[in-house]
């Protein structure tokens, strides 16, 4: 087999077989392909797509390039499930799921990842903890996930190796956008922790991956049929994306959030609303629950009784953070220098958010990266974040802006109030949660 027959088939637009995907992918891994063929078969799959077998083939050849979790000698006791999000701005929703769904009795292996762009980062935001170490052994993570139900780490070298080259070379040719490619490259990581049971979050509207609502159903659908595909019960929720989805936006400021959410001090209606949601789902999948009243009170049981909120202080500890993070986290999160209100101009109601933006406001902050390489301040971002449909005036600010100096504020406000537009009259709301797939609907 040569690569560049296999090349030449994708282009034809003819079906590839599984042999001839398992062999693309293994020289992506030993390098017996070149990078130009690499991203001429990315090319070929962005203008022709690919059937169902074949993403299916194709995510289950990159997670067997690496290490997949075996959990057989573990004698959890309860499933392995998981969440994954494509991706946005103030959406903090694993830091809270994670230790609610543990609490349940599911077993919670999270790989996540860092933020670019205007997105933020599940890996950024426990970083801001002092200690937390988001590159343990693979053997410490499953012993952790084993003790205590949940463990949050970062991608390691390991695991689904071929999709890191892969996803490279696909970011510099842009074929980053092909339903078939993200679909395999999402999932080859996912699914090599192991698991039983995925809910995966589809972020529409303008601060997401997939702009429009019928992008991102093709996006849903094509995960929900490549998952069950194989062998994974998986769902797919479509969520909002055309504002930001809780209070805040950063990394300590969101880890704050969290902390707030889940010993009970504030809940943010429509971050709590996508956090139940997609933990509902997880419930239902992995047969923790058979219905969805069952897994809401489950979960709310977990958050009153204060056991999901305890599963997250053990976390953080197992993981090298203070064994008392729970209680005396203000000690212990960054404070940024500066924390002003930022006002609008005139009064009037939120109507539209810019929320790509309104996400780089952080990273003009020094809160995120434009580059993979950078360096990031943990301590800057936004708080109380007008949402949509909020009056604001000279006593409700916008946003209020944590900030190094008073030059970047000056900075992040212009833009700020650049993302947000408002209006005389009360704007009509978007639904926070669109629909869910299940493979029924695949
Ligand atoms: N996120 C991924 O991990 N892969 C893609 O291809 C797109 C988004």
């Known amino acids: 087999m040569l690569p560049q027959e296999i090349i030449k088939a994708k282009r034809d637009g003819k079906t590839l077989t599984r042999e001839q995907i398992a062999f693309f992918v293994k020289g992506i891994s030993n390098g017996n392909v070149t990078d130009g063929q690499v991203a001429a078969f990315a090319m070929s799959v962005y203008f022709n797509g690919m059937a169902m077998p074949e993403r299916v083939a194709l995510t289950e050849e990159m997670m067997n390039s690496g290490t997949v979790l075996n959990w057989d000698s573990f004698n959890l006791g309860g499933p392995i499930v998981d969440k994954h999000s494509t991706g946005g701005v103030s959406d903090s929703v694993s830091l809270m799921l994670g230790p609610m769904v543990a609490a349940c009795g599911g077993y919670v292996p999270m790989i996540a990842g860092r933020g670019l762009g205007h997105t933020g980062g599940t890996l950024d935001k426990f970083e801001s903890i002092p200690g937390y170490n988001i590159q343990p052994d693979l053997a410490d993570f499953q012993r952790i996930v084993k003790d205590i139900g949940v463990a949050i780490i970062g991608q390691t070298a390991d695991l689904a190796p071929a999709d890191k080259r892969f996803y490279s070379i696909r970011d510099v040719t842009a074929t980053v956008d092909s339903i078939p490619l993200i679909t395999a490259s999402i999932l080859s990581k996912k699914l090599s922790a192991g698991l039983e049971a995925l809910a995966m979050d589809v972020k529409t509207g303008n601060g997401a991956f997939m702009t429009s609502l019928e992008d991102s159903r093709a996006l849903a659908s094509s995960i ?201 009259t009360l704007p009509e709301l978007d639904p926070v949660v669109y629909e869910t797939l299940t493979a029924d609907d695949a």
Do not use: C
């Open 224 to 424: 929900v049929a490549v998952a069950n595909g194989a062998g994974v019960r998986t769902s797919a929720t479509i969520t909002d994306m055309n504002e930001a989805l809780g209070d805040t936006a950063g990394n300590a400021t969101e880890m704050r959030e969290a902390i707030e959410y889940l010993t009970g001090v504030r809940r943010n209606p429509r971050l709590h609303r996508v956090t139940m949601t997609l933990a509902t789902q997880m419930l239902l999948l992995s047969g923790i629950a058979a219905t969805k009243d069952e897994a809401k009170a489950k979960l709310n049981d977990a958050l009153d009784s204060g056991r999901a909120a305890e599963i997250f202080g053990k976390m953080v500890h197992a993981l090298g953070g203070p064994a008392d993070f729970l209680e005396n986290w203000q000690g212990y999160l960054p404070k940024a220098p500066v924390i002003m209100p930022v006002y609008a101009d005139s009064p009037g109601y939120v109507a539209e958010v810019a929320t790509r933006d309104l996400g780089l406001v952080v990273v003009t902050l020094g809160g995120g990266r434009s580059n993979p390489a950078d360096s990031i301040n943990h301590a800057v971002g936004l708080s109380e974040i007008a949402p949509i449909g909020t009056f604001v005036d000279s006593n409700r600010p916008l946003a209020m802006i944590h900030a190094e100096d008073e030059v970047s504020a000056a900075a992040a406000s212009v833009e700020l109030k650049a993302s947000i537009g408002l209006s005389e």
